[in-house]
């Protein structure tokens, strides 16, 4: 077939229905916030399942749903294109620990992918299975994802799929923290 006539990637059919059931599924599960550096195995490795942090709800709905391993792809993005990471922890190398489950450098990932979107005010924008970074109290960053449910106080306004401090949850938190990142990462 001639290079203009290739077919292009297709992403998987009904992704983003997949990995909010991918994310929903963690509820009741990881009941706990951790963010204690821990040694995991690479790749695929993650810390104990009833424990983890924001990223980890992300990182283990694209494993789940997709088979897709954020640890190896942030990895082999950092270690060749490491200047282009946030250097906020002083690192000199890739951790293979840590390196995915810092919000910093899944925001530059997904966007160093083509997968950023624009923030806005208008909850029409953020479509199931996006992901949204946010800028807590005491300037933490944190990422949720969008979820298929809407708030039952403005129906217009999806929820979201985090873990905020008492484990995977889904809630109405979209508008509650400043969004500083839109995001719709679809495996192809």
């Not at 690192?91 to 806005?120: C, Q, W, Y």
């Not at 969008?146 to 929820?159: D, I």
């Amino acid at each position: 077939m001639p290079a203009a006539m290739a077919a292009k990637p297709r992403a998987v059919p009904d992704w983003p229905g997949r990995l909010v059931g991918a994310a929903r599924q963690q509820i009741g599960v990881t009941t706990l916030y951790d963010p204690t550096y821990t040694r995991i195995a690479y790749p695929g490795g993650d810390v104990a399942e009833d424990r983890g942090v924001c990223t980890d709800v992300v990182i283990r709905a694209y494993r789940r749903a997709f088979r897709l391993d954020l640890q190896r792809l942030v990895h082999e993005d950092m270690a060749a294109n490491f200047p282009a990471y946030p250097k906020a922890w002083g690192l000199k190398s890739t951790d293979t620990n840590i390196d995915h489950r810092r919000v910093p450098n899944l925001a530059m990932f997904f966007e160093r992918r083509g997968a950023s979107l624009a923030v806005s005010e208008d909850p029409a924008d953020y479509q199931p299975g996006d992901l949204v970074t946010q800028m807590l109290p005491g300037n933490l960053t944190h990422i949720a994802i969008v979820s298929t449910n809407r708030s039952t106080e403005a129906p217009e306004r999806p929820l979201v799929i985090h873990n905020i401090g008492q484990g995977a949850r889904e809630e109405d938190t979209l508008y509650v923290f400043r969004r500083a990142g839109h995001f719709r990462f679809a495996p192809i």
